[in-house]
């Protein structure tokens, strides 16, 4: 019973050591890419946008309902869909 619990746990054990020695193995150079200045203008242009906080807020889709659907925007875009109300 014992020797099948031990069995059992390095079974499971065995792709974190996998992952971990596949991990440290250094990158090739070959593969890596340069960063050009249009990289890093989609990179800054994603972490502005990823900065950005999300509202999220309960709309009801039509009258009848009482049940909201869960609608997730931007301070700016909220206020342009309040807008057009």
Known sequence: MKTGILCAAILMAAPLFAATAFASEPENDETAKP???????????????????????????????????KVCKTADEWREFNQRR
């Open 35 to 69: 960063e050009t200045a249009e990289t890093a203008e989609v990179d800054a242009a994603k972490d502005a946008k990823a900065e950005e906080k999300r509202i999220c807020r309960r709309v009801r889709v039509d009258a009848s309902s009482r049940r909201g659907t």
